[in-house]
């Protein structure tokens, strides 16, 4: 089974059970795992056979939603995967949309927008110029250290 066929499966076991709403957000929520996952080196199919039947995970949710009711459904995984907040986490985020495509983020600073291309243009030159800065520091010592190193050799070849 395949990303989509399982989150087709899912989305068809929870229709009429739940709200719309509370669908696309669980449906959304696994198709963010299962990316997640495929980038951490798994295959698509070997998350999906770990997260299991898409039915059996349908019943959990409708039967979650039942117990809990429907107060907290746009809370009820992480925000981590809700649309709404993304930008709000710490470290790097991507995210994908049809509408606007790859969003990746650094924290709150989008990295795709045009300041933050220019942030990452001037970090990259910065890096450049202290190793820059470094090699030619060290060039001079390495220099005088291999010269060194090819007299004593010169003076030890002789004497054999």
Do not use: C
């Amino acid at each position: 089974m395949n990303r989509q066929e399982f989150l087709h499966e899912l989305r068809i076991a929870l229709q009429g059970e739940i709200s719309q709403r509370a669908i696309d957000e669980h449906v959304r929520y696994y198709e963010n795992y299962i990316i997640e996952e495929s980038r951490k080196g798994k295959s698509e199919e070997e998350v999906i056979s770990q997260l299991g039947n898409p039915r059996l995970i349908a019943k959990t949710l409708i039967d979650t939603t039942e117990q809990f009711g429907t107060v907290n459904e746009e809370e009820y995984y992480s925000k981590h995967y809700n649309e709404e907040n993304i930008g709000d986490e710490k470290g790097f985020h991507a995210s994908y949309s049809d509408r606007t495509g790859w969003d990746v983020s650094f924290g709150k600073l989008k990295l795709n927008s045009w300041y933050g291309k220019l942030l990452m243009i001037l970090i990259a030159i910065l890096i450049i110029i202290v190793a820059a800065h470094i090699v030619a520091f060290l060039l001079p010592v390495i220099i005088i250290i291999v010269m060194i190193l090819l007299i004593i050799s010169l003076i030890l070849g002789s004497r054999r």
